[in-house]
């Protein structure tokens, strides 16, 4: 019986652990996502000079087409993430922030 309690204990930690570190994961993903996104040089206003955005199009000779990661990253740029891209970003998130809580056990505090 005390072996089934422990488990059980152990279980809930865990569980609950898991849930915070991928709730973490959910809030902090997309404003992750947003500075990447920036850093490479896909700003609000257009690329920037001497970016790997800047380089990125040099590749393409100025030439967007629509559906490309070029345009993507663009316009997230442009833009921002926007309902969806904020619900997936969120959602990669929590899912790893869980996978490493459940791989790394009670290792992760």
């Known amino acids: 019986m005390r072996y089934l309690e422990e488990s059980l204990g152990n279980w809930k930690s865990g569980t609950s652990g898991a849930i915070t ?48 990661l070029l345009s993507i990253l663009q316009s997230l740029g442009a833009s921002g993430l926007g309902t969806l891209g904020i619900s997936i970003s969120s959602s990669f998130g929590a899912a790893i922030g869980i996978l490493i809580r459940v791989i790394g056990g009670s290792k992760l505090n």
């Open 21 to 68: 570190i991928g709730l973490k994961r959910a809030i902090v993903a997309p404003i992750i996502v947003s500075a990447i996104i920036y850093v490479l040089g896909f700003g609000t206003g257009d690329i920037a000079a001497g970016s790997f955005a800047s380089w990125y199009m040099s590749l393409h000779k100025s030439i967007i087409v629509r559906g490309s």
